[in-house]
């Protein structure tokens, strides 16, 4: 039997990852727009050959007031696949309030902590997601365009723990061509709608006048680029890691880095040992690398005893003769450096 | 006394880089475009207060009906400036001939070469070339509408060896300014005219489009992109000669790779040993990221022992037990995949 081609890469996919373990549950993201009605229908018709079973898991953002409207499809949808469906919702504004953030943060946010929820119940062994090739570059592009380091560029995996991206090496035309071939519906762009302006301007802008002017090949090129970054980006992390158990240790409230280890370090991983010390030590929803270099620099100095780098969400770094302390801002008038770049 | 700003820019440059020491030579690549020239000046005016001496070299690259003109326009610089000049001309289409490559890789070759020749005859410590920012923002453009992974991304780093890059954290408008201050003239585009169609797309179409409709800070984010991207490379090429050293030999005119260490080494050092390795087995002006990947696959499916992958240049990778032998390709009729992917 040959698979149709959209199925047949979900199940490369699938094997690649060793994901699920054969007897083992899989729950799908399925929001019901094209990629994930994709993703789900591939997935239901490789179940009973492979041996795993598939639950679906469908949050109400609220965002939007047709967002009934998609669950609603949703079920009809499980029921046709005869896909068990987990149907939940959330208040992503008020938690997008509570930690002002963005609605599309704490939307992510709210996501993958249902379906977290939804593997514990159903004893799952990995939560599939549906991210295209084309999500992969517009990501980068977005990354690029805003000025991120490798480790910001640095695409999705095929896998993370336990989350698998059976779709990241298809691309958006084939979902479409499968869904057309499968006589399957589906909703437009259900979930982000609002909050997705920028994306939408790289996918139906950027990357249409990028493929026409100089490269038609442009969507294949970046996500290979994203995809590579990523294989980097892991390994200096895992480095960086290292690193950090090192020379890092916590002592009231404050997060410590011995400076002499993290200075002599390659610049690389000093610059993400750094960007996850900065993230542990709180305060920073997003760190950028013009902190990150800072501290490195202040780190490299010869004296920078004393001296304090105000950083935004009221913490500070302070360098003292062998360390450098992340902790609450004590001092008063300093202002943090924007940790973004773009107007 | 201060310093106009490109001029105290290329002083912290080379500071940072710590070239040329107290008492030596730089040797600087004058083109006779705004950018060479603005470097020129700057050195020349730095060169007594920071106890070096400064000698241009200009390489006609005979590639134009007017290159004879920029020569005498070199000339003419340096006499007013009071800086040694060593001129040269190379047969940059002959070159290019030889080596079965483009003009533009051949005019570079010819030009280093040329350069360090000069380095050695004047017993310099470094040479230094006009790269500025906006040329790192470019060549990341570049590079990524080509599809390249990290090491291809990277850019180029202040010092590498003993070229250095005094303007590199410099814009184009910044050189213009500077030029336009101290009323020097300059030849426009002399070196590359002909060669640069792509890049001047990038240049004159790409980044005004980005800078107008995305972000107006784009050639900044691209070029510390480029500069992140660079140390990242550096760090995962040292850790991919660390490996090659223990896994590669060489046996009757093949190179021999041990299979076991590299399969099991981490994606983005084994990549980047794999990229090194193809590259000292020689026939690849340019090894391609799809050539690496399968090479790659190939070291860590279970049972190659047999398997051939040509590779151009009429070279092949051969896969034993234990190795994997990078030869002159013997068998007949295997076509190699070409190492480019755009059209």
């Not at 047949?8 to 690649?16: G, S, T």
């Not at 589906?186 to 982000?192: G, L, T, V």
């Not at 301007?201 to 995809?227: C, D, K, M, Q």
């Not at 920078?304 to 609450?328: N, V, Y």
Request: charged residues 30%; proline residues 4%.
């Amino acid at each position: 039997v040959r698979l149709p081609s959209l199925v047949a890469a979900v199940d490369r996919a699938l094997q690649a990852t060793g994901m699920p373990p054969r007897g083992g549950t899989l729950v799908v993201g399925l929001s019901g727009g094209a990629d994930s009605v994709a993703l789900l229908d591939a997935l239901a018709s490789l179940r009973r050959r492979r041996g795993f079973r598939v639950v679906a898991a469908h949050l109400d953002h609220g965002l939007r007031a047709g967002s009934a409207d998609d669950a609603a499809f949703c079920a009809e949808l499980c029921r046709s696949l005869d896909v068990p469906l987990h149907a939940g919702s959330a208040d992503v504004r008020g938690r997008a309030a509570r930690e002002r953030g963005g609605l599309e943060q704490a939307a992510r946010r709210e996501r993958y902590a249902f379906l977290r929820r939804v593997r514990d119940e159903e004893a799952a062994a990995a939560v599939a997601v549906a991210h295209t090739r084309d999500d992969q570059a517009e990501t980068l592009l977005l990354r690029l365009l805003r000025g991120a380091g490798a480790t910001g560029l640095a695409g999705m995996r095929p896998r993370t723990g336990d989350v698998v991206r059976p779709l990241l090496a298809v691309s958006r035309q084939e979902v479409l061509a499968h869904l057309r071939e499968r006589g399957l519906a589906w909703r437009e762009d259900p979930s982000n709608a609002d909050a997705a302006h920028r994306r939408n301007r790289v996918r139906h802008e950027l990357i249409p006048y990028l493929e026409e002017r100089f490269n038609p090949g442009i969507r294949a090129a970046l996500a290979r680029t994203a995809s590579v970054l990523a294989d980097e980006a892991a390994h200096v992390r895992a480095e960086a890691e290292a690193l950090l158990a090192g020379v890092a240790r916590e002592e009231s409230g404050a997060l410590l880095l011995k400076r002499v280890p993290l200075a002599e370090a390659p610049t690389a991983v000093a610059r993400a040992a750094i960007r996850q010390a900065l993230l542990r030590a709180g305060g920073l929803a997003q760190v950028g690398a013009l902190h990150i270099d800072q501290v490195l620099r202040l780190a490299r100095a010869k004296a920078p005893s004393g001296r304090r780098l105000p950083l935004p969400g009221g913490r500070e770094a302070r360098f003292t003769r062998d360390d450098i302390r992340l902790e609450k801002r004590t001092g008063r008038g300093t202002k943090a450096v924007s940790s973004r770049e773009e107007p």
